[in-house]
């Protein structure tokens, strides 16, 4: 709670907080109409919906759960098939993409799987949470796209690194190094965001090892 504890601070002169605690899971999906998680892996978020005192036993017809965590399809089908059938409640899974920097800014891009009525009941969340929003089909459709994006950044930061430090063996200026890349063909996302961190020395990307080898295990 401590966490949270800005957020539920008085913010305006109406002394409305931005949010409001929920003890368990059940209470948070039983006071509001669209639920979201974003969780470390599929184990803490089955909990989080099938464990006592979960979503399962909030959710009611017409709320929608948003899985915004990064998970396999299979396992985001399961647990959204379980939350339609016994609750009526519509599922959609909306993993983020485009790093903790963007998410600080509102600026992350939306996968979002899922009907098209849980879409557009979603949607004005979604577009306050992140700029660029993409309904990609049916559920677990965003999970399948989410898993290949972050391959494909986890293996364009690492031939990021080689690149660079082949530059510095070979005596080149990295801050040059680093502007050549980033006008040529070589250049990528990641290159203009992570290779900063690396040439300034704090090699923060705010991001953890084992949720790189999470998500890599997931391709």
């Given at each position: ?89 519509m599922a ?111 090699r923060d ?15």
């Open positions: 709670r401590a966490r949270a504890e800005p957020f539920l601070s008085p913010r305006d002169s109406s002394n409305r907080a931005a949010a409001a605690w929920a003890e368990t899971p059940r209470a948070m999906a039983e006071a509001v109409d669209v639920v979201a998680t974003c969780l470390p892996s599929t184990a803490v978020c089955a909990e989080v919906v099938e464990g006592e005192d979960g979503l399962l036993e909030g959710l009611t017809e017409g709320k929608v759960w948003l899985e915004m965590s990064t998970t396999s399809a299979a396992d985001v089908r399961r647990l959204g098939g379980k939350v339609e059938e016994a609750t009526g409640a959609m899974d909306a993993p983020v993409s485009g790093g903790c920097h963007r998410a600080d800014t509102g600026n992350i891009s939306i996968f979002a799987g899922g009907r098209r009525e849980a879409f557009e009941i979603a949607l004005p969340v979604l577009s306050t949470l992140g700029r660029r929003i993409l309904h990609t089909g049916e559920l677990g459709s965003a999970s399948v796209l989410k898993v290949v994006t972050n391959y494909l950044a986890t293996v364009h930061l690492l031939a990021n690194c080689e690149a660079l430090a082949v530059c510095k063996m070979a005596g080149a200026d990295l801050n040059v190094a680093f502007e050549a890349i980033r006008i040529s063909s070589g250049n990528s996302f990641s290159h203009e965001t992570e290779s900063q961190l690396i040439l300034n020395g704090s990307i705010n991001f953890t090892m084992d949720l790189v080898c999470k998500d890599v295990g997931l391709f």
